[in-house]
């Protein structure tokens, strides 16, 4: 069991939580995430580390309560327990001295993206952050990007704090103007990190992205998180999560995303009706 030491409410639907997991910190680097469980009959959900802390052994996770699982954790509060916490899985970024590099982060990924560029600013770049959510509600840990970031753009679809944009088109002025990034990486939604790769691909600008495919086992074993990178097929729990933007079969993703909308559905309301539906009645 793991407990929940500390859990703040970014947004009305992002959650924080510092969860006690001192083997799995001890190892953590930028670019990993995690399977936890919330009981021992639920279901395993990957989630990207936010942040760790090796001397008191804990780990940052931040979530939106988007369905059953993720709304069950939005219950728990400092005191409860998780009942699992695997990892830390996946490869780490490849953290270097590039040059220049741009953190591009949308809505709950401006959480991962945290960390990568912390290790890109220590390893001696010149960091440009563009952060972006749909409101200013939604927005998070803008203090803590600038702190880690030599430029940083703040957007809102809706122009209701910072600029009024997607991500996209202030890495596009940037990429027009002359900017020739090393690296980019972009976190966030699959349509976005979709849309950040198809504006960066005409520039040549190496773009990485990770990603958030539908996960089971996080051993390679099952094959849910499949996915299509530069034709080949590719597993992300085991060879990602990140991957080169500019190779990933975006529709094939997307639609796999999709595949279980139906039965999430049903999971959730029955959740709301009945609870679980455990026989231990959790």
């Known amino acids: 069991m793991y407990e929940i030491l500390y859990r703040e409410d ?12 001192p083997l799995v910190a001890r190892k953590a680097r930028a670019g990993q995430f995690v399977v936890i469980r919330v ?10 580390i936010a942040d760790f802390d090796r001397e008191k ?5 931040i979530f939106q309560e988007v369905g059953k699982t993720t709304m069950m954790l939005g219950t728990k509060r400092a005191g409860d327990y998780l009942a699992s916490v695997v990892g830390p899985l996946g490869h780490p970024s490849e953290i270097e001295n590039y040059g220049t ?32 959510a749909r409101n200013k509600d939604l927005l998070f ?6 702190t880690v970031s030599d430029e940083l753009v703040v957007t809102t679809d809706d122009g209701s704090y910072g600029r009024k ?5 202030p890495l596009k002025e940037m990429l027009s ?42 051993t390679g074993m099952c094959g849910a998180c499949r996915v299509s990178v530069g034709g080949q097929t590719r597993f992300v729990c085991v060879e990602g999560p990140e991957f080169d933007g500019h190779q990933v079969d975006w529709n ?31």
């Open 57 to 61: 052994g804990t780990l940052t996770l």
């Open 101 to 132: 590099v741009v953190c591009v982060g949308g809505g709950v990924g401006i959480a991962p993206i945290f960390p990568i560029a912390r290790e890109l600013k220590h390893a001696g770049n010149k960091v440009i952050s563009i952060i972006g």
């Open 252 to 282: 094939l993703l997307l639609e796999r995303q999709r595949i279980y909308v139906d039965e999430e559905k049903r999971a959730l309301e029955h959740w709301k009706d009945h609870g679980c539906g455990c026989d231990d009645g959790c």
């Open 177 to 218: 103007a002359g900017l020739k990034p090393a690296r980019i990486w972009a976190i966030g939604p699959a349509i976005m990190m979709k849309f950040v790769s198809l504006t960066t691909q005409p520039f040549a600008a190496p773009t990485i992205v990770s990603l958030n495919s539908i996960m089971v086992d996080g």
């Open 39 to 48: 009981n021992e009959k639920g279901e395993r959900i990957p989630l990207t």
């Open 141 to 146: 840990w803008e203090d803590r990007m600038r």
């Open 165 to 169: 944009a997607l991500v996209t088109e």
């Open 10 to 21: 970014l947004a009305p639907v992002t959650k924080l939580i510092e969860v006690k997991a």
